[in-house]
Structure formats: C-alpha cells, structure tokens
C-alpha cells in the first residue's frame, strides 16, 4: 500500500483516526471515526500535506494552468500546505486560493483570496474528509463564475458511505452530478485491511471483534464497490 500504508500509520498515530462508539452527524453509529481538527501542529500539518502532494503527482495532470483551491475553512490550511510540499518535494511552484465565508466589501473586495481564477484555469479542490460533499457543491459556483473549471478534488479519506436517501455516495453522486473525479489518499476499506490485527507501536487497533463491527457498519452504510 506504500504512502497509503504510511498515511494511516500517521492518522492513527496522531489520534486523527479513532476506534470505538461515536455518533456521526447524521445519526449512525459507528465504530471508526475520523476527526481532522486533530492535525493541530507543525509537524503534523506538513507531513499532511506532504501525502496530499504525493496523492496529486499520482492521480493528476499537473500543467502550467492547474490552480488548488481550499474551501473555507479546514481547506484553507490544507491549500497552502500542499502548494508547499508540491514545491519542496516535487519542483513544483503550483498557484493556489481559497475563498471566504463572506465576501469583503473593502479593499480589493471579492469572495476569492490568492490567486485570482480566470478562464482557462484547472483547478484541484483540496478538502479534507468527504461524507456529503457540501463544501465542493458551495464552492463550484464561486469557482465556475470565474470563468475556470474543476479538474479533481482531493480528499484525505473516503468513508465510502451512501447518502442518508441514497445508494451512492457523496464521490458517486459529485461524479454523476458535475463530471468531478475524487482522488482519495485512503479509503475505508484501506484502513481496514492495513490495521486487521497488525500491531502499531505495539498495539493492535483493529482485532477481530472490531473487524466485525466495522465490516457490519459498512455492510449496511457503505457502498464498497463504488468505482470512480
């Protein structure tokens, strides 16, 4: 699994990804859950965007017009993070932007800050975990009244879930709906297969009692063959 066996090693070691009983949004209860707020250092936000940037250079077209925008507010961290690892790591001098909850009205005024998008501009969302996929529904007008359309976005995990009234998920439906490929760093299923029984730090995370509340959970809430 290279960076993606390295990238949850990194969640779970920096308390991102969890196990146990929570209650999502939505009311489900499940027993894995994924909380980003927890990058909250240095050192952890610029090895997330160091996997962000490799996640990229492997899934997408990188030219001289390609712009990341972060949405407002866990993108905006996220955005300049990458554009520095792209260029550290990979020689890369990559634009980037993100917007504002509300726009200013002084100023330069406008809803966009960093780059400003125009016609001709590929632009990859950077977002952080995708279960609905409000943030790139908010943020596609804004970037689409500039004239510059959406390439990808990234996501750090993909939980693979089906709507509340739906039987695709929040990239199946962002695909049907707008023609967006999501690029995850990791899925569900990867998470699971890395840490079944396989000792972190000298400690199990996924034994077989929790494999099979997790694999029950999915069974019910995920569509595991969704194909991007």
């Known amino acids: 699994m290279d960076y993606k066996a390295d990238f949850i090693n990194f969640m779970a070691r ?93 100023g330069e005024g406008g809803e966009i800050v960093g780059h400003k998008l125009s016609s001709g501009d590929k632009v990859i969302v950077i977002e952080d975990v995708i279960t609905a996929g409000t943030a790139i529904r908010e943020v596609l007008p804004i970037i689409e009244q500039t004239g510059a359309t959406v390439e990808a976005l990234i996501v750090s995990v993909n939980r693979m879930e089906k709507g509340q009234n739906s039987e695709f998920t929040a990239i199946q439906e962002i695909k049907k709906e707008f023609g967006i490929v999501t690029h995850p760093i990791v899925n569900v299923k990867d998470v699971l297969k890395h840490l079944h029984n396989q000792p972190l730090d000298g400690k199990i995370l996924i034994d077989d009692e929790l494999k099979s509340r997790m694999e029950s959970y999915m069974s019910e809430y995920c569509n595991l063959e969704e194909n991007v």
């Open 14 to 106: 920096a308390e991102v990804l969890t196990f146990g009983d929570f209650t999502t949004k939505s009311g489900r209860k499940t027993p894995y859950f994924v909380n980003t707020g927890k990058y909250n250092d240095g050192e952890a936000i610029t090895k997330l965007g160091e996997f962000y940037a490799h996640c990229i250079m492997k899934n997408c077209n990188i030219t001289e017009e390609t712009v990341l925008f972060g949405p407002a507010y866990k993108g905006i961290p996220l955005v300049i993070t990458v554009a520095i690892a792209l260029f550290k790591h990979h020689g890369i001098n990559i634009k980037y932007c993100f917007n504002r909850k509300e726009a200013k009205t002084h």
